[in-house]
């Protein structure tokens, strides 16, 4: 059996969607879908039910992306664990079989795939995902003395662990953000394989304001140094995918005629780049301005 699992907070239409794309996948194995909900007021609970799917209810505040994960892992009966959220949406039929299928080798830890953009996306964020998730596969393995960020790239949003592989390596239950590359990087330093699926695509974007996108990226720096950026050699190598992103993003607009988003483009990144660095830097952050910005617990 695989286990769908969802965290749901007033999942609206977006939930919708995503359990229907779930119930048209084409695949051999029975599928149940288990949501855990954190005090939504949509009527989520009862829409998610009614599609079929097993709702388990939290209070809002004992929601945390590690822990919640987690919960639902213990709650589902599958071999296999497939994790997405409220707003991705299968591209196709056979999202699910091309996510799984990766787990028939055994020294595969886990698997993930492909985000694609919703057509409403800007051109911004269709070049981020892109970029993070484009349309090569890949085989990620401990490499060298350290990992780095390319190494670490794992994501919950579409992801397949095989159940004793959880068993063995659950999510940390105090990440507030990362907790997947955190994952990722324990069973890479274990000897254990990931593999990125292309062919298993979700539609999943998001259309964030400037203060969004700096509150989004501060709170994954918040966590990184305990995920893509835990060594010198793996900072070195994000400040060079930085570069490599900015550039990139720059003649992309360029060469497909979408000039008119280069300032935006360039605010907009600045935003997210200073969120991220001032995340890294979260620990060092005076105390009563720390506990203005999202995901930090001290």
């Not at 048209?24 to 194995?29: A, H, M, P, S, W």
């Not at 929601?63 to 599958?78: C, K, P, Q, W």
Request: hydrophobic share 40%.
């Amino acid at each position: 059996m695989i286990s769908v699992l969802i965290p749901v907070k007033d999942g609206g239409d977006d939930l919708v969607r995503c359990l229907e794309g779930i119930a048209r996948q084409q695949v051999g194995d029975d599928v149940e879908v288990v949501i855990v909900d954190s005090g939504s007021r949509d009527g989520s609970q009862a829409r998610a039910a009614g599609l079929g799917a097993r709702v388990h209810e939290i209070p809002p505040d004992e929601f945390v992306h590690g822990a919640t994960r987690n919960l639902a892992a213990r709650l589902s009966r599958g071999d296999v664990l497939v994790f997405t959220t409220q707003d991705a949406v299968a591209a196709d039929e056979r999202w699910l079989a091309n996510l799984v299928a990766p787990l028939g080798d055994d020294d595969v830890a886990g698997a993930y795939g492909r985000q694609l953009p919703h057509e409403d996306a800007t051109p911004p964020e269709q070049f981020f995902l892109d970029f993070m998730y484009g349309p090569s596969p890949r085989v990620q393995r401990l490499g060298g003395d350290e990992l780095t960020f390319e190494h670490t790239m794992f994501s919950n949003v579409n992801s397949a662990i095989p159940r004793h592989v959880w068993e063995a390596y659950p999510f940390a239950d105090d990440v507030t953000m990362s907790e997947d590359q955190e994952w990722s990087r324990r069973v890479l330093l274990a000897g254990r394989t990931i593999v990125y699926e292309p062919r298993a695509a979700v539609r999943h974007s998001h259309t964030y304001s400037l203060a969004g996108a700096f509150r989004r990226f501060y709170a994954s720096g918040a966590s990184a140094d305990r995920a893509y950026v835990a060594g010198r050699a793996s900072r070195a190598a994000l400040r060079r995918a930085l570069r490599r992103y900015a550039a990139g993003e720059l003649g992309w607009l360029w060469r497909t005629k979408q000039r008119r988003w280069i300032p935006y483009s360039v605010v907009y990144e600045l935003a997210k780049v200073s969120g991220l660095q001032l995340g890294l830097r979260h620990r060092r952050l005076p105390r009563p301005l720390a506990r203005f910005l999202p995901g930090d617990r001290r």
